[in-house]
Structures are given as structure tokens and as C-alpha cells.
């Protein structure tokens, strides 16, 4: 099937200072999060298992994740973690959707890009319920490379789990 590179990087979404600016900038590196709590949720677990439950494979499955946490601890301090994967496999022309479920709280963004083609969305605000946030892209032709990016923002501690669909448009 498709082989996709996991890459979990610990980076900071707040307080992130680097050498350039503008969104395409690298943070120098992981930093706590503002107003923060030194603790992760005692819910992660069940976050984690009600994402990995609503991922449920569907006949337009292409990739599907396991569900993953929005934040870590690192040396007793929380530190936010940005999920991003990417794959170099074969995509055919068409229509994809990038479907996230996430379970806990606070705002995700999702980048999802094939070939050149990319689309960069705030999802729906993560609740202690199911949420389901969508990004569609077009892809004319082929291309050999993807990429996903969850994105939390400020405090958000939820669990994340995705899949790419291929449909009919």
C-alpha cells in the first residue's frame, strides 16, 4: 500500500522565535506552552482511543493514521507537539480529502499538500467529543511526494488521528 514517512517534531506554536519571519520561518526550537498547565490531560488516553475509533477505514481509504497527542512532556515542562508526515509514493490524478478527527481541545491547523497542490485550514474547535475537520485538494496530475502537518495552536491538548480519501468530484 502507501508508505508514509513519520516525522514527529517537538515545536513550540507559541513564543517560537527563529532567524527569518513569516509563516514559512523555522522555530529554533521547542519551546513550552504560554499560559500552560505543567500537565497533560488525565483524558489523553480516552482521546486517543475515541480518534482512533471514528478513523475508521472507509472504501475510499487511501492512508489512515493512528491517533497521536497535540502535547508532550518534555524535561516537566508541556511542550506542543506538530505532527508531520510525509511520503514519497506515487499519487494519481484526482480528487483527495485529508479527513481529521480530533478529540479534546483547542484549535488545529491542518496543512495537506500533494505534488504542488496544498491547502492550509483551521479546523473545527477539538471538543472532549468527536470532531471531524475536512481539507480537499485537486490534484491534475500525478505527483510523487505528500505531506500532512497538524498544527495545534496555544494550549490545544487533544489527540489526532487522520486519513487520506480518494473520491469522485
Known amino acids: 500500500m502507501i508508505g508514509v514517512v ?95 478527527y480530533c478529540v479534546g481541545a483547542g484549535t488545529i491547523y491542518a496543512h495537506f499538500s500533494l505534488g504542488e497542490r496544498s491547502e492550509v485550514t483551521e479546523l473545527p474547535t477539538c471538543t472532549p467529543t468527536v470532531t471531524t475537520g475536512i481539507v480537499e485538494l485537486t490534484l491534475p496530475d500525478p505527483a510523487t511526494n505528500s505531506s500532512v502537518l497538524i498544527i495545534p495552536a496555544g494550549n490545544a491538548q487533544a489527540a489526532i488521528a487522520y486519513q487520506i480519501q480518494k473520491f469522485q468530484g
Open 6 to 100: 513519520l516525522v514527529i517534531a517537538l515545536l513550540g506554536v507559541t513564543g517560537c522565535t527563529g532567524d527569518g519571519e513569516g509563516p514559512d520561518a523555522e522555530p529554533s526550537g521547542p519551546t513550552t506552552i504560554a499560559g500552560a498547565s505543567t500537565t497533560i490531560s488525565d483524558q489523553m488516553p480516552h482521546y486517543l482511543r475515541e480518534a482512533d475509533r471514528a478513523n475508521a477505514r472507509t472504501e475510499h481509504t487511501v492512508v489512515s493514521t493512528a491517533a497521536r497527542p497535540t502535547v508532550t512532556l518534555q524535561d516537566s515542562e508541556l511542550m506542543t507537539m506538530v505532527i508531520r508526515d510525509e511520503g514519497q509514493d506515487r499519487w494519481e490524478a484526482g480528487n483527495y480529502r485529508l479527513v481529521v
